[in-house]
């Protein structure tokens, strides 16, 4: 990012903008991931988390970043349960912390979730939000930016754009069973999906013999009793792709693209780039983010979003979902950019994943792991291993980023790392 004036990063994974927060846990644990905003911060910016950083990450950051400790500010919320950031904030008595360190330097608020408690709290204490030029602004876009967020107000968008998109209906939940049975008449399997749902929460995949023999369906308690849903048909899937991109008031730009990497549905990794070999999905994704994002941005929305798709096994590409807001791959995309600057090769391969080690370990050990392997990312070479949200609370569950010249390199490295930490499975 290039910004004017000091940014306020404000991690509110714990938002109503993708998941309703009555599903606590899963909001919860997904704040666990706020230590990765570390990399997006600059001399004069404030850090608002909902979860502690260890010294030892904070360090291992600013010695990578060559930000001096002492010219940020980093702001730990109090857990307060399953209520936004910005209300924690407020229940802490941080408030007034938080404005006095913004203060009066044009500083704008920066959340990872574009929601009301977000534009709330920007007019609270005093600043806009990035990238719009007034709170109002950014105030008109949540319309589209919570629609957006649904699996239903995505495909009724999709399909007037023209993208491709799986058989499928929208229904109320008493008629998820009835509209599943009616699609596996002509499908093997079907998946149904809650209409805010983010990461593959809630979501079920039903064959014909699940519903065999008067069985019923069960679905998650997400939306509650009256809540939207999809079913679509299950395609038979070679990859999970998506392209990320960017509205500006030049226009939309496409950052990255690159495969996920997922267990039932779940997103547990991604890669980029694509292989050559799925360059015709790169530029039809890319075509469909751009009509995507000037929709957007006739809409009042101004950021990062996502587009993923699914690839069939004959190639064909079938557009998933929208996330309007910042992705589980905006920062560590940032990240390795900013890691990168001045490399020889500006388009690096990298991957983000997790890896679960046998035994616990604290972030200095396993920091130390990786530099007697020689893995841990080294500036001089533009490649290696980056930890880059921290100890995971468990000790064990470690999320990290590999850099490297080529996808080949990419996955040596990824080899290397889980015999280096020992994951299970490795």
Same mark, same amino acid.
């Given at each position: 990012?290039?910004?004017?004036?000091?940014?306020?990063?404000?991690?509110?994974?714990?938002?109503?903008?993708?998941?309703?927060?009555?599903?606590?846990?899963?909001?919860?644990?997904?704040?666990?991931?706020?230590?990765?905003?570390?990399?997006?911060?600059?001399?004069?910016?404030?850090?608002?988390?909902?979860?502690?950083?260890?010294?030892?990450?904070?360090?291992?950051?600013?010695?990578?970043?060559?930000?001096?400790?002492?010219?940020?500010?980093?702001? /730990?919320?109090?857990?307060?349960?399953?209520?936004?950031?910005?209300?924690?904030?407020?229940?802490?008595?941080?408030?007034?912390?938080?404005?006095?360190?913004?203060?009066?330097?044009?500083?704008?608020?920066?959340?990872?979730?574009?929601?009301?408690?977000?534009?709330?709290?920007?007019?609270?204490?005093?600043?806009?939000?990035?990238?719009?030029?007034?709170?109002?602004?950014?105030?008109?876009?949540?319309?589209?930016?919570?629609?957006?967020?649904?699996?239903?107000?995505?495909?009724?968008?999709? #399909?007037?754009?023209?993208?491709?998109?799986?058989?499928?209906?929208?229904?109320?939940?008493? /008629?998820?069973?009835?509209?599943?049975?009616?699609?596996?008449?002509?499908? #093997?399997?079907?998946?149904?999906?809650?209409?805010?749902?983010?990461?593959?929460?809630?979501?079920?995949?039903?064959?014909?013999?699940?519903?065999?023999?008067?069985?019923?369906?069960?679905?998650?308690?997400?939306?509650?009793?009256?809540?939207?849903?999809?079913? #679509? #048909?299950?395609?038979?899937?070679?990859?999970?792709?998506?392209?990320?991109?960017?509205?500006?008031?030049?226009?939309?730009?496409?950052?990255?693209?690159?495969?996920?990497?997922?267990?039932?549905?779940?997103?547990?990794?991604?890669?980029?780039?694509?292989?050559?070999?799925?360059?015709?999905?790169?530029? /039809?994704?890319?075509?469909?983010?751009?009509?995507?994002?000037?929709?957007?941005?006739?809409?009042?929305?101004?950021?990062?979003?996502?587009?993923?798709?699914?690839?069939?096994?004959?190639?064909?590409?079938?557009?998933?979902?929208?996330?309007?807001?910042?992705?589980?791959?905006?920062?560590?995309?940032?990240?390795?950019?900013?890691?990168?600057?001045?490399?020889?090769?500006?388009?690096?391969?990298?991957?983000?994943?997790?890896?679960?080690?046998?035994?616990?370990?604290?972030?200095?050990?396993?920091?130390?792991?990786?530099?007697?392997?020689?893995?841990?990312?080294?500036?001089?070479?533009?490649?290696?291993?980056?930890?880059?949200?921290?100890?995971?609370?468990?000790?064990?569950?470690?999320?990290?980023?590999?850099?490297?010249?080529?996808?080949?390199?990419?996955?040596?490295?990824?080899?290397?790392?889980?015999?280096?930490?020992?994951?299970?499975?490795?």
């Amino acid at each position: 990012m290039t910004e004017t004036g000091p940014i306020v990063v404000f991690a509110n994974f714990l938002s109503d903008l993708a998941v309703d927060l009555d599903e606590g846990q899963i909001l919860t644990t997904w704040a666990q991931q706020a230590p990765r905003k570390a990399w997006l911060l600059r001399p004069g910016d404030v850090f608002v988390t909902p979860v502690p950083l260890s010294r030892e990450f904070l360090r291992y950051v600013y010695d990578l970043t060559g930000v001096p400790p002492e010219s940020v500010a980093v702001v /730990e919320v109090p857990p307060a349960g399953a209520v936004p950031l910005a209300r924690a904030v407020r229940e802490a008595g941080l408030l007034e912390q938080v404005r006095a360190l913004a203060g009066d330097r044009g500083a704008a608020l920066l959340p990872t979730a574009l929601d009301a408690s977000a534009i709330t709290f920007a007019r609270d204490i005093g600043i806009d939000v990035h990238p719009y030029p007034t709170v109002e602004a950014a105030e008109a876009a949540l319309k589209t930016t919570m629609l957006l967020n649904t699996k239903t107000g995505f495909r009724e968008t999709a #399909e007037q754009l023209g993208m491709r998109l799986p058989t499928g209906r929208m229904c109320r939940r008493p /008629e998820a069973e009835g509209v599943a049975r009616a699609l596996l008449r002509d499908h #093997e399997r079907v998946v149904v999906k809650p209409d805010r749902s983010a990461g593959g929460h809630g979501m079920r995949f039903v064959s014909r013999d699940d519903l065999r023999g008067g069985a019923s369906l069960p679905l998650d308690t997400v939306g509650g009793p009256e809540g939207l849903w999809v079913v #679509e #048909e299950c395609l038979d899937v070679a990859q999970s792709v998506s392209v990320q991109l960017e509205v500006s008031a030049s226009g939309t730009r496409a950052l990255f693209s690159g495969a996920m990497r997922t267990v039932q549905g779940s997103f547990t990794g991604y890669a980029s780039p694509l292989p050559p070999a799925g360059a015709h999905v790169a530029d /039809e994704l890319e075509e469909w983010g751009t009509a995507l994002g000037r929709h957007l941005s006739d809409h009042g929305y101004a950021g990062p979003f996502g587009l993923d798709a699914l690839v069939d096994t004959e190639g064909v590409a079938y557009a998933s979902e929208s996330n309007i807001r910042r992705t589980a791959t905006t920062t560590p995309h940032a990240m390795v950019t900013r890691l990168t600057e001045g490399w020889a090769n500006a388009h690096p391969a990298w991957s983000v994943s997790k890896g679960s080690t046998r035994t616990p370990m604290d972030f200095d050990e396993a920091l130390a792991r990786l530099r007697a392997s020689r893995l841990a990312f080294d500036p001089d070479r533009g490649e290696g291993v980056v930890l880059y949200a921290d100890v995971p609370p468990d000790g064990r569950s470690w999320r990290y980023a590999v850099i490297a010249r080529s996808a080949g390199d990419v996955a040596e490295q990824e080899t290397a790392l889980a015999e280096v930490l020992e994951f299970e499975g490795g």
